[in-house]
């Protein structure tokens, strides 16, 4: 696995630079969880981690070990809408990133997004031949040309929407107090903590009329997590969307089940993993 000394670089340079050295802490990432992004896993299938928005692959600090435990190489994803300041950065630049990144391991691939992270799988996937199965946990699960703020508008909680508020230079953040309620609400105070401290705002870009022209989902097998507590996205909304999936799994868990439940999620993940 990965040495004392390349966790602790690994730990300082995501704290000190975050976004801005995207490219380093990702790689660091999948050399800390035991698989070269350019190299076959050695065991199974590699599983990248998409986040959901107003996070980083921070919200991963508890399922990563039980990945590990388990024998699986992972990779976590830091969408570069989450903390940037540029606002002509958008979604199609998230999908990009991760679509580069899935193109760079050379062995299968499953790949994970949580909430806003299954928008962005579903575009990431397309055109890649190692991806062997796309899991949507809480996610939203786009059909092909379908626009952006049309998945969004109807599936967030009443409350939850009330926390995401528009910033004077056109980002986007979420209070940390409704998210911590709403997204996290089944963790400890704890680790609500870690969100209150790290969440960041958010660019969701300038081009209202953006959407995914490809799907991966369209000719791949897929499970969707329903999270049937989520006090975030409704579940009827992910219900709806699960009907999209080659698999359907229900559960009573919180929008953040990597958090509240990251055992479960681990061998979701593993039996996933070791069937492709």
């Known amino acids: 696995m990965c040495n004392a000394k390349l966790k602790d670089r690994f730990n300082r340079g995501a704290a000190e630079h975050g976004a801005d050295r995207r490219g380093e802490t990702?790689?660091?990432?999948?050399?800390?969880?035991?698989?070269?992004?350019?190299?076959r896993a050695m065991s199974g299938a590699t599983v990248v981690l998409v986040h959901g928005a107003w996070c980083g692959d921070w919200v991963y600090w508890k399922l990563a070990p039980c990945l590990?435990?388990?024998?699986?190489?992972?990779?976590?994803?830091?969408?570069p809408t989450c903390g940037a300041t540029d606002t002509s950065i958008g979604p199609l630049d998230d999908v990009a990133h991760v679509h580069d990144l899935i193109r760079s391991i050379d062995g299968p691939v499953v790949v994970a997004g949580k909430s806003y992270g299954g928008t962005v799988i579903s575009g990431a996937t397309a055109g890649c031949p190692n991806v062997e199965h796309l899991v949507y946990i809480a996610a939203m699960m786009p059909e092909p040309d379908e626009l952006f703020h049309r998945t969004t508008a109807a599936a967030q909680t009443p409350e939850f929407a009330r926390g995401s508020r528009l910033l004077d230079d056109g980002r986007v953040a979420m209070d940390p107090e409704i998210g911590a309620a709403c997204a996290f609400s089944q963790a400890t105070e704890e680790?609500?903590?870690?969100w209150r401290r790290n969440t960041r705002p958010m660019s969701f870009g300038r081009d209202p009329s953006v959407h995914l022209g490809k799907v991966g989902w369209t000719d791949r097998p897929s499970t969707y997590v329903v999270c049937s507590e989520d006090r975030a996205i409704q579940p009827s909304a992910q219900r709806a969307w699960a009907k999209r999936a080659t698999h359907v799994i229900e559960r009573p868990w919180d929008h953040s089940p990597a958090v509240s439940h990251p055992t479960e999620v681990a061998a979701l993940l593993a039996d996933i993993a070791r069937a492709v």
Do not use: H, N
């Open 191 to 194: 680790d609500r903590d870690v």
């Open 68 to 79: 590990e435990e388990r024998g699986l190489a992972w990779v976590g994803a830091d969408l």
């Open 26 to 39: 990702t790689a660091l990432r999948a050399i800390c969880a035991g698989v070269d992004p350019g190299s």
